[in-house]
């Protein structure tokens, strides 16, 4: 089973707002990720857990809060968000190796955010 | 700093046409290189991957080898279906000791007309 399940597919969200987004994979990897991508782009990194601690944040603003409250769940929680923050949201994982290198990223579908 | 580029679409074929889509890289060390495919509307998916050069990546009839002498890594199918239709990502992957961090290309979109 290679899936990574994400929740909500589809987020409509005022700028005054709270939300979160959900990613769940129960394949034991211990790296999870967050991208966000706009159409026709690639995906754009946004922060890296690696068992369970933040360990890249790609100076992310503060308005967009990551969470790995255990090995198989990644939340990312929404405030006060813009207009230009809607996108494709993307959440992936993969092993991490013993010598620390990491193995091939498995995304899940996305959450199709647009913010109002 | 690394990087990777590939062939501006949109690339349009014929059914069972013969596919290339041009991928070059720009890395210090010895990446590891992957084609991830995204069909409208969903997210990646992992097509195939290369660790070391000289490696050949294949996977539904797409096939890639790793170059490290023209540092490219060139998608190829040797006859395109209208469900091949979709935006391809070449991508390397940069090492590091918490986690491995993906650098794409621009995409490359196909579209496969019956």
């Known amino acids: 089973d290679t899936e990574v399940t994400q929740t909500p597919k589809h987020l409509v969200m005022g700028m005054t707002n709270k939300k979160s987004l959900k990613c769940e994979q129960h394949?034991?990897?211990?790296?999870m990720y967050w991208y966000k991508q706009k159409a026709k782009k690639p995906p754009e990194l946004m922060f890296v857990?690696?068992?369970?601690?933040?360990?890249i944040n790609e100076s992310v603003p503060s308005r967009f809060s990551p969470e790995c409250p255990n090995s198989s769940l990644l939340n990312l929680h929404l405030h006060a968000l813009q207009p230009e923050d809607s996108a494709l949201y993307l959440c992936?994982?993969?092993?991490?190796?013993?010598?620390?290198?990491?193995?091939?990223?498995?995304f899940g579908p996305g959450t199709r955010l647009t913010v109002t | 700093g690394d990087s990777v580029t590939q062939m501006e679409g949109p690339v349009t074929l014929s059914e069972e046409a013969f596919l290339t889509i041009n991928c070059t890289y720009t890395a210090t060390g010895y990446p590891s290189l992957f084609w991830y495919v995204q069909y409208p509307g969903e997210g990646l998916q992992l097509l195939l991957k290369a660790t070391k050069a000289d490696d050949k990546g294949s996977n539904k009839g797409f096939e890639a080898t790793y170059r490290k002498e023209t540092t490219s890594f060139h998608l190829e199918k040797g006859s395109v279906q209208v469900s091949d239709s979709a935006v391809y990502f070449c991508a390397l992957r940069k090492v590091y000791n918490q986690g491995g961090k993906l650098i794409f290309g621009q995409g490359t979109e196909l579209s496969v007309k019956p």
């Open positions: 394949m034991g990897h211990r790296a």
């Open positions: 857990y690696s068992y369970e601690k933040l360990s």
């Open positions: 992936a994982s993969s092993q991490v190796g013993t010598s620390g290198s990491s193995y091939e990223q498995y």
